[in-house]
Nanobody, 112 residues
């Protein structure tokens, strides 16, 4: 199982980024997927979930209305559209599959 995140970078407060997670070597469409993040010096924080078929999603209250999780099973890919980013959302973002496999993460830095 391999998950590879991309799309991170540096953005000003209020800016947007779209994270991607490419999945290899497993039947991506069979698994619910999750985004989590870890800010410097802090613990892991759940961000958002999506069902295997993409019909059901859920997000942390702190990101509702600003972040959107989605997936394209034909492309074995998971996405996280992040809008109105805040400095406190500076973190490494990880995608995780329902079996507990993790990617290496992609860094998001929100700073003026």
């Amino acid at each position: 199982v391999q998950l590879v995140e991309s799309g991170g970078g540096s953005v000003q407060p209020g800016g947007s980024l779209r994270l991607s997670c490419a999945a290899f070597v497993f039947t991506f469409s069979s698994y619910a997927m999750t985004w989590v993040r870890q800010a410097p010096g802090k613990g892991l924080e759940w961000v958002s979930d999506i069902s295997s078929d993409g019909v059901y999603t859920d997000s942390a209250d702190s990101v509702k209305g600003r972040f959107t999780i989605s997936r394209d099973n034909a492309k074995n890919s998971l996405y996280l559209q992040m809008n109105s980013l805040k400095p406190e959302e500076t973190a490494k973002y990880y995608c995780v599959n329902a079996e507990g496999s993790w990617g290496q993460g992609t860094q998001v830095t929100v700073s003026s």
